[in-house]
């Protein structure tokens, strides 16, 4: 495959927004020919919502990233691992095209810091959201998509995310928590476990505290500014607790 190449392109210098995505393309490794579909990836629509007359947020690009993504890993594993049955693949390509693991890799490529977000959505710490984060990276990736087609898209998506696909493909069950407590609660025969959750704190830093009780014990608990990430860090604790006993 071709490496990606990097700019800037000269006629959107100083404009604050343009310069900020034209350091994230340099970041993905790649030159949009048409740089607009970036600054589309980047528009959410909390500030879409605030244009005078509206404007399109990423909403339609992370739809095509999204199916563009699972598409890739899909491939990927499939072609890779020729032994894993259809369920292990299916463990494999969840593990990776989720939130939590597209909002790291948003992390990593500093998408938060140059997303285009509304004033109410700044406010309540919107750069730093799972969902917003993983929402955006899909967006550029169908951004990229459109640009240069599957090829491009390919090159990006595998690099940012090889070593998790690896990783989920040594242990498919370690990435989803509360997947692996439900199966060993049932197959002990304690049922399906129950999670408490309790949030506390302003709503621009809400705080959740998950419980995960199996037949009616507390055997785990977590905390996250998401109730999934909550829930996921007590199953994760429950487990551990489990095996440890």
């Known amino acids: 495959m071709t490496p990606l190449t990097t700019s800037t392109p000269s006629s959107r210098r100083g404009d604050p927004a ?33 244009r005078e007359g509206g404007a399109p947020s990423n909403e339609r690009l992370e739809f095509l990233g999204d199916a563009v993504l699972g598409l890739i890993v899909a491939r990927y594993t499939f072609e890779r691992y020729p032994n894993f049955p259809e369920g292990k693949l299916a463990k494999v390509r969840s593990a990776v095209v989720n939130a939590r693991v597209l909002a790291q890799v948003a992390e990593r490529l500093g998408v938060g810091d140059v997303l285009l977000l509304g004033r109410g959505e700044e406010a309540t710490g919107g750069r730093s959201k799972a969902s917003i984060l993983a929402d955006a ?21 595998l690099r940012e995310l090889r070593d998790a696909i690896a990783g989920a493909a040594r242990e498919p069950d370690d990435f989803d928590h509360k997947s692996r407590l439900q199966e060993k609660a049932v197959r002990d025969g304690d049922g399906t476990p129950r999670y408490v959750i309790v949030g506390s704190g302003p709503d621009h830093h809400r705080l959740y505290v998950a419980e995960v009780l199996l037949a009616g014990n507390v055997c785990g608990t977590g905390e996250g500014h998401s109730k999934k990430e909550a829930e996921q860090e007590a199953a994760r604790n429950a487990w551990e607790g489990l095996h440890g006993a």
């Open 18 to 50: 343009a310069v900020g995505a034209a350091a994230l393309a340099e970041r993905l490794g790649y030159t949009f020919s048409d740089p607009s579909l970036l600054d589309h990836a980047l528009a959410h629509r909390s500030w879409c919502g605030e």
């Open 137 to 157: 990276f899909e967006a550029i990736l169908g951004a990229v998509y459109l640009d240069a087609g599957w090829e491009a898209a390919e090159i990006l998506v």
